[in-house]
């Protein structure tokens, strides 16, 4: 083992915390639903990652502030609250509705659910920063009509509109003002909810992405210097079904993938383009029907490289870089049954500016899991259960917010260092995997040191193995289900792989 343990001090990391000294557009999380634990009748929490750790507080608004599936903020580059929204009103700064910043979802959205909560639709509303000045802000926002009042097969309502709103910061003494009101960008048909903005590969300008009702299209709008240009429609993957709720949807930090997820349509994942806004490489998971059951969530680790899939009463990490993603799976948490008051069941995620992933409840309580270190395989990502108390009551809601940054978050797990740097050996070829009893490596480096580590770093040897016609056998039938690495040695070189023990 001299030669592994001489690998294994590269890959000691120690977790860093470097926040971005730019671009802190994301630092403030406004989220909630209305009692307080500090103040009865009260009405929301806010996360502030200006501080390390993030701090929370409990905020009056002078508006009783509800929220629902929709919630976007937005700061400065410095990090200061300027608004907030859950996809009926725009709030700021002062917690008071910002100028203008009222009736900004006609039709049924203000009608039935401004009165009693936000705007239903997950992902319902997004902030993103203007390439057209420093001032000048976006908000984007779905409504929801009845196109399909007439169509039996489907569910009446849906949305027809993607409204947005212009902000300028300058007005009202520095609260803002909305300056353009309920103007239609796209009208068509829309999945329920699922926005989602990303940078363009310039740097300066964005894209702003919204799924087509009951097909595999996306409208995809460039937001450039010159305002918001004309809508493209990419066409690619699976075509969705009518059940498009409970869907979260999100980039990688890089820009580069771009994920959609639910129970009935799958795991969707594609290439981004963010230079021409092309979708590539599309590629479709199922879930067992057991696994999943309506809500759900999903987020990416600041590394872009591992996907956190909230199904529920489970939760799951894929490897991103993976060449079988597939086969990357692995169970990272199950509910534990906790309730504060209701159950704390695993709903939407986001990463936040501290490097960590948050996940909301499905029922109203007064907790955050949180994901302290989402770089990290398996169960070293440390996920904690309910790990997050807050002064509020928070149903559901979790900030939709693009990504501003790839932060340099490091994991310092010691997940074998051979396996993982690929520049300490060959690729090993290990079948078939996934696998239940036995794995087979061929070769004639077969008859060398073999170690094999679970998700933790864990050195799961003795197992029984034997060489037969230059074919190594290990029999795996008492490893637990799930993600392990294997590092082979011999005369000083070391080869590393991957298996999934079913």
């Not at 210097?225 to 409970?246: F, L, T």
């Not at 590629?283 to 696994?291: A, Q």
Request: glycine residues 6%.
């Amino acid at each position: 083992m001299r030669i592994l343990m001489v690998f294994l001090p590269l890959v000691l990391i120690l977790f860093s915390l470097n926040l971005d000294a730019q671009d802190k557009r994301d630092y403030q999380w406004v989220i909630g639903y209305d009692t307080s634990l500090l103040d009865p009748g009260g009405d929301a929490v806010l996360l502030d990652f200006r501080e390390n750790p993030r701090y929370i507080s409990h905020i009056k608004t002078v508006h009783k502030f509800l929220m629902e599936g929709s919630n976007t903020s937005m700061s400065d580059v410095d990090g200061n609250l300027l608004f907030y929204s859950n996809g009926c009103y725009i709030v700021n700064a002062k917690h008071e509705i910002m100028l203008n910043g009222d009736s900004i979802n006609p039709g049924l959205i203000e009608d039935i659910y401004c009165s009693s909560g936000g705007s239903p639709l997950i992902q319902g509303v997004i902030a993103i920063p203007s390439p057209e000045g420093d001032s000048l802000y976006y908000v984007f926002n779905l409504d929801f009509d009845e196109p399909y009042q007439s169509d039996t097969n489907f569910l009446a309502l849906a949305p027809q509109r993607l409204f947005y709103q212009k902000i300028d910061m300058t007005q009202d003494s520095g609260l803002g003002a909305v300056v353009l009101k309920n103007q239609i960008a796209v009208f068509d048909t829309f999945a329920r909810g699922n926005i989602q903005a990303v940078r363009h590969a310039n740097g300066e300008d964005w894209w702003v992405i919204v799924p087509k009702s009951h097909s595999n299209c996306y409208f995809l709008l460039p937001i450039t210097s010159e305002g918001i240009q004309p809508a493209q429609v990419k066409c690619m993957g699976n075509v969705w079904d009518d059940r498009d709720i409970a869907t979260q949807v999100t980039f990688t930090p890089d820009g580069k993938k771009y994920i959609r997820f639910n129970a009935w349509n799958g795991l969707n994942i594609f290439d981004f383009d963010a230079a021409t806004g092309d979708l590539s490489n599309a590629r479709n998971i199922m879930f067992p029907n057991d696994t999943i059951n309506y809500i759900l969530g999903a987020a990416i680790s600041p590394n872009s490289r591992f996907l956190y899939i909230c199904a529920r009463k489970n939760i799951y990490q894929f490897d991103l870089q993976a060449p079988d993603i597939e086969s990357s799976k692995m169970k990272i948490a199950t509910w534990d049954g906790y309730q504060n008051p209701y159950p704390t069941i695993f709903y939407l995620a986001a990463l936040a500016p501290d490097g960590k992933i948050y996940i909301s409840n499905t029922s109203s309580t007064y907790n955050l899991h949180v994901i302290n270190k989402p770089n990290c395989l398996g169960l070293s990502c440390e996920l904690v259960q309910h790990g997050i108390v807050l002064p509020s009551y928070n149903f559901a809601t979790i900030p939709n917010m693009p990504h501003y940054r790839q932060s340099n978050f490091d994991c310092d797990s010691t997940l074998i260092g051979a396996a993982e740097a690929s520049h300490l050996g060959q690729k090993l070829a290990v079948f078939p995997n996934p696998a239940s009893e036995d794995i087979y490596i061929s070769g004639e480096f077969a008859k060398g040191e073999i170690s094999i580590y679970d998700a933790t770093g864990r050195v799961v040897l003795p197992l029984a193995s034997m060489v037969s016609d230059g074919q190594l056998s290990i029999r795996i039938q008492d490893l637990l289900p799930g993600f392990y690495f294997i590092c082979l040695q011999k005369e000083g070189k070391v080869w590393s792989g991957k298996f999934v023990k079913r």
